[in-house]
């Protein structure tokens, strides 16, 4: 079982020039996701173990963290001082087809890849307090946070897969 | 984007986590595979095979991570066997340069190394809590390297040559019409 996301300790203060390497990193969760989920039963996509949320719920979830993560990289540049909560609206995910989720996904995050490359280094540095973390967070530090967000959920369907899977 | 990225052997590496991040490390390895394949998918040969300024190719940036997995593994043997020292890498990646990788397929290339990253994979997965957190020292870095921190190490040296056949991919967009990233 891997650990908690809520009970991870998460280290910030990374340096523009690691921005690539973040942007490549969520660059490729969607194509992960693809990969993981083809030829998969949409049974199996949608079905909840123990109540906890379905393959599809899990990246829905990651979009619509994108939403809240677009929100921020604004409020980051323009100087605010507590970056929006994370709250969300979730949806019900389960009726959609796997390529709508998909589909979903897919916008939001080229969305946030597209505004993190318009920043100026100087725009990079800029940071925000985290409102539960509690930490000051640059727009670097939130695309590591999200890359390393996204390997959880990947983790998440993982352990889904395996379970359902070896039934 | 303004932000140059950090040269591999500049990076400075934190292995001070107590957490185990194991799973996540292995499905970033797990990933990559998948990842380089789209990003190549629809590149014409003569961009994979383009050197920039003397530097490796495309495929020679794949090959490389087909040439180093077995370093990989063997370095894990060296921590579950309780050496000192991890062993030690080739710094001038003369296996890289000398394998004429640009006479290869793209496709026989990302095969391998699908191939020799699903047998990582599976390695990883038998291992117990235990083994992860065992340690030997980086030649290099001179720093306690432990199972988990060996294989974040893997998964950022992936990263970086993603990063580098993204960087070709942008030079050449213009000159052979590469497809935009």
Redesign the interface.
Known sequence: M??PWF???L?FGY???????F???L???V??L??KTRGIDDKILSKKLEGKWSIKENIGHLAEVDEIGNKRIGEMTSGAAILSPAVFEPKDYNPWSIEKVLDFFRKTRLANLKK??????EQ?KKSSLHPRLKVQMTP?DLAWFDA?HD??H??KI?EILDYTLNQ | ??????KWFDRKF?F??E???F??II??L??TP??LE?KIKSVSEEVLNEKINGGWSIKENIGHLVDLEPLWMGRLEDILTKETYLRTADLTNSKTDQANHNTRSINDLLKEFRSVRTLTKKRLESLSDENIFLSALHPRLKTPMRTMDHFLFVA?HD??H??TI?NILHTLKNKFHAPAL
């Open positions: 891997a650990l009970e991870r300790n280290n340096a523009p020039k690691m921005l690539p390497f942007l490549e990193r660059h490729g969760t194509i992960r693809e990969e993190y490359k318009t920043l100026s280094e990079l670097v390393e390997d959880h990947l983790v993982n | 984007m303004k932000a140059q990225q950090t934190d001070s986590s957490q185990s991040i799973p996540s499905e970033r797990n990933g998948a990842r789209e950022e990263d970086h993603l990063v993204n």
